[in-house]
């Protein structure tokens, strides 16, 4: 059975803080991508890698970056997190000529 | 930017009605299409999904292209109350590395 787990379901995080989330698949994927998704807005493609240490900018990168060191795990991190990176975080991962992405259930952060 | 437009919904159908679903595209580049479900405070799971070369159906769901026209369709035939969830359209060019999500389409289906 296919995984895409996420560290936390829930998050809560002050201004300023830096804030990691991890995603972690068992499906030895090559594609990674984060998510985020906001009422009336859809999923907006944040970052996705194709490969370990390589990354490239979706639509809306600006306040994130993140790592990918090892396969299976593809992390985001806010470098101070702001209100209005209040969300849900969405990871998925796709095999290179995969037609579906896998899902994980999602971190819903809020910054306060 | 590429856009995907849906209409948001809510959408509602009596039971046993069949559901339709639109959805356009701006990127006449665009190769695949996908149609996901989502369920309130769950993720995205795909259902269907069509290349550019065709039609496809499978049991009782239907995924449409017109591509002169830029637009997507899913129809759910004997729609359900388990039908109910909001479902998103995406789209992909020629490779697989970037998809550009719409907002999704609510649907409700009335027993």
């Known amino acids: 059975d296919v995984k895409v787990t996420q560290s936390s379901r829930y998050l809560v995080k002050r201004t300023g803080e830096k804030v990691f989330l991890e995603c972690v698949q068992d499906m030895d994927h090559e594609n990674m991508f984060w998510y985020r998704q906001d009422p009336g807005l859809g999923l907006r493609l944040i970052y996705f890698?194709?490969?370990?240490?390589?990354?490239e900018k979706g639509d809306i990168p600006e306040g994130y970056s993140v790592s990918r060191e090892k396969k299976e795990r593809f992390s985001l991190i806010l470098e101070s997190a702001s209100t209005n990176q209040t969300s849900m975080y969405l990871c998925?991962?796709?095999?290179?000529?995969?037609?579906?992405?896998?899902f994980g259930p999602g971190t819903r952060l809020t910054v306060t | 930017q590429k856009e995907v437009e849906q209409n948001s919904g809510p959408l509602s159908v009596p039971e046993g009605a069949i559901a339709s679903l639109n959805c356009t595209y701006s990127d006449r580049g665009s190769q695949s299409f996908f149609w996901y479900r989502q369920y309130s405070g769950k993720s995205p799971e795909l259902i269907m999904f069509?290349?550019?070369?065709g039609d496809k159906e499978d049991g009782r769901f239907t995924a449409q292209l017109n591509k002169a026209s830029q637009y997507v369709s899913l129809l759910i035939r004997d729609s359900q109350p388990s039908d109910s969830a909001t479902y998103l359209c995406?789209?992909?060019?020629?490779?697989?590395?970037?998809?550009?999500f719409g907002s999704g389409t609510k649907l409700n289906v009335k027993p």
């Open positions: 995406a789209v992909n060019e020629d490779n697989f590395n970037k998809f550009y």
């Open positions: 890698s194709y490969d370990v240490k390589m990354k």
């Open positions: 998925a991962s796709s095999s290179p000529r995969g037609y579906e992405q896998y």
């Open positions: 069509i290349y550019s070369n």
